[in-house]
Nanobody
Framework: QVQLVESGGGSVQSGGSLRLSCAASAYKYTSYCMAWFRQAPGKEREMVAGIVSDGDTSYADSVKGRFSISHDNTKNTLYLQMNSLLPEDTAMYYC??????????????WGQGTQVTVSS
């Protein structure tokens, strides 16, 4: 059973940086799709960044140029490097991984989330 465990959240001031990690256990898909989502209080969950096995990445417009998603195949770990953080980036961040194995995010399993708080 795939399990995702996020870490790296915390509190930072505006302009600061954080690096989120998501360790994926029992995740053995060579054609994979993984992503970071976030949900702020009172708002819907939104995709922040995604990556597929051929290396293609995608980002929400609000984070382009500030966030970078990557995946270490040897460690089976997903990362989200967040720079130039803004108060509006404050949210619970979730790691998600597709479990169909065709290289698209069609059926996701979720981690428990890690809180990111950015103060002005």
């Amino acid at each position: 059973q795939v399990q995702l465990v996020e870490s790296g959240g915390g509190s930072v001031q505006s302009g600061g940086s954080l690096r989120l990690s998501c360790a994926a256990s029992a995740y053995k898909y060579t054609s994979y799709c993984m992503a970071w989502f976030r949900q702020a209080p009172g708002k819907e969950r939104e995709m922040v960044a995604g990556i597929v096995s051929d290396g293609d990445t995608s980002y929400a417009d609000s984070v382009k140029g500030r966030f970078s998603i990557s995946h270490d195949n040897t460690k089976n770990t997903l990362y989200l490097q967040m720079n130039s953080l803004l108060p509006e980036d404050t949210a619970m961040y979730y790691c998600a991984a597709d479990v169909v194995g065709r290289g698209t995010c069609s059926r996701l399993v979720w981690g428990q989330g890690t809180q990111v708080t950015v103060s002005s």
